[in-house]
């Protein structure tokens, strides 16, 4: 997994960078298809919360890309918060995808049976000498 991280209005020190990295490593082990992680963190002077800091991430896996953000009073804090949305998007993915592949699996299926006969056999009409 290849992760990015910017900064706007602030700069990222060190410490957020390995904080984000340690954050983010669990969403590896949920989907080790992830490429690339984008996180960017902004500093908000004039913010909801009387300023602080806002996180956005976005990740894809396969075809699908996962996108979050969260703001909150310092950059710790809304790490935490983006990478639980984002655990959820995947655990959620990964639950719809696993349900839609065995959705039909208890099932017997037979080619000779119509489901429309109530389960008859279907058979030609003997054809006339």
């Known amino acids: 997994m290849d992760l990015v991280v910017k900064g706007r209005g602030d700069r990222v020190t060190g410490r957020t960078r390995s904080h984000v990295a340690r954050k983010l ?8 298809r992830l490429g690339r992680v984008e996180v960017e963190v902004i500093w908000e002077a004039r913010g909801r919360i009387g300023g602080g800091h806002r996180v956005e991430a976005s990740c894809r896996s396969g075809r699908r890309t996962f996108r979050a953000s969260a703001s909150g009073g310092d ?3 809304a790490v935490d918060r983006v ?25 017997v299926k037979s ?15 003997p054809e006339p000498e």
């Open 83 to 107: 990478v639980e949305r984002l655990e959820r998007q995947i655990t959620k993915d990964r639950d719809r995808r696993r349900a839609r592949m065995l959705g039909g699996a208890h099932r």
């Open 111 to 125: 080619l000779g049976m119509s489901a429309t006969r109530g389960g008859t056999p279907q058979t030609s009409p």
């Open 75 to 77: 950059v710790e804090t």
């Open 25 to 32: 490593a669990r969403l590896d082990r949920l989907d080790p």
